[in-house]
């Protein structure tokens, strides 16, 4: 939308007041979009205070509503425990999710964990991975 592309061009210039501004009303309104991008903000901590727990709270309300981007970002915190406890079997269902929504990134990361589930545990999530996949993106 207009207002994301001005929200990334806030960020390039280093105006972050700006961007959060454009940001912070649109993740309230669960636009996805400008959840990954506030929760990447918060990842660098560029405008805020930095705070994975923040950064992954924001990643997973958006990969619940279908971003590919936020599952793969997600799944990833899950996979290191980066802002939560390291989880295996969490980070193997957000990579699945994106994987099906087709971050290709995604694929290789979501190999590597799957391969330290047993056979049921990765059926189990792969189930949770397709409540995430959605077609309702925003």
Known sequence: SELL????????RGAYDDALAILKPLAEKQNSRAMVKLGNLHLD???????DQEALRLFSRAAS????????KAGEMYAVGRGTAQNNF???????AAVQSGVQAAKTPQERVGALLQPAERAQAAKLAETLVRKDRS
Do not use: M, W
């Open 5 to 12: 592309a001005r929200a990334d061009g806030a960020v390039a």
């Open 45 to 51: 901590g560029k405008g805020v205070e930095r705070s």
């Open 65 to 72: 509503r279908g971003d590919g981007e936020a599952q793969f």
């Open 90 to 96: 969490q980070a193997y269902v957000y990579l699945s």
